[in-house]
């Protein structure tokens, strides 16, 4: 079987639903759509970060979009890990596909896993939606930090609403969260990631200020 017929099957065999950002072939050739929105970390506002030389930990990275992006924009060192096994298989496909350098991929938590030294810039793309908010993800999040050096790039919602998007399970985020970020119904995501790491490091804002409340904001952390 070619590079190209096992890469098929694999996003066949993941389906659709799993496939987050489009998927292409060697002669551009557009494999998969990609489900999320592209507003979400959108390459033009991930250009506005200096990549250059340095060494970038993708986390969740699933076929590996942005562990791509982060090497043409001129990373050294770019490791994407993610927890399904196939998906890794396929990153490593394109990988072969493409003729990508300097460009790992691995299976795993990354919240357990042991994953060797630290990183310049640490990425968490359209990783934090509903699932994982009514799961907690402070560990994500703790590990994003514990693995970064300089600086992280992670994309939220301003705040998800917990009837429509949560289950409606205000006691569980109650329990989760502390409760300043709870109001009106509403969780606020962007606010608790962003005193989350509040001591450490400054925010900033570098996606356009979408009129959509669902619309994902691109964060940029820096180390103070």
């Known amino acids: 079987m070619d590079l190209r017929a096992e890469l098929e099957k694999i996003l066949h065999d993941v389906g659709p639903e799993n496939i987050w950002r489009p998927v292409y072939d060697k002669e551009n050739v557009l494999l ?39 090497k043409r924009l001129g990373a050294r060192k770019v490791v994407g890990i993610d927890k399904d ?11 072969a596909m493409h003729g ?7 299976a795993g938590d ?23 908010v009514t799961e907690g ?13 300089s600086t992280m790039i992670i994309s939220a919602r301003p705040y998800y ?23 009106n119904g509403r969780f606020y995501l962007m606010e608790f990631v962003r005193d989350f790491f509040r001591d450490k490091w400054d925010m900033s804002i570098i996606s356009p200020d979408h009129h959509g409340q669902s619309v994902k904001r691109t964060l940029l952390f820096t180390r103070k």
Do not use: W
């Open 85 to 95: 096994g196939q998906v890794v298989k396929g990153c490593k496909l394109l990988k």
């Open 100 to 106: 990508v350098r300097d460009v790992y991929f691995r």
């Open 161 to 183: 609403r917990i009837a429509k998007h949560l289950g409606g399970d205000t006691e569980n985020m109650i329990k989760r969260y502390p409760s300043v970020y709870i109001n």
């Open 110 to 132: 990354f919240t357990a896993s042991d994953i060797p030294g630290t990183f310049d810039i640490v990425m968490l793309i359209n990783f934090l939606g509903k699932v994982m």
């Open 32 to 70: 998969a759509d990609g489900i999320a929105d592209m507003r979400d970390g959108r390459p033009q506002d991930m250009s506005k970060v200096d990549f250059r030389g340095k060494t970038v930990l993708d986390l969740g990275c699933n076929f590996g979009f942005y562990s791509f992006l982060a």
């Open 137 to 149: 993800i402070q560990k994500s999040l703790d590990a994003a930090e514990r693995l970064c050096l």
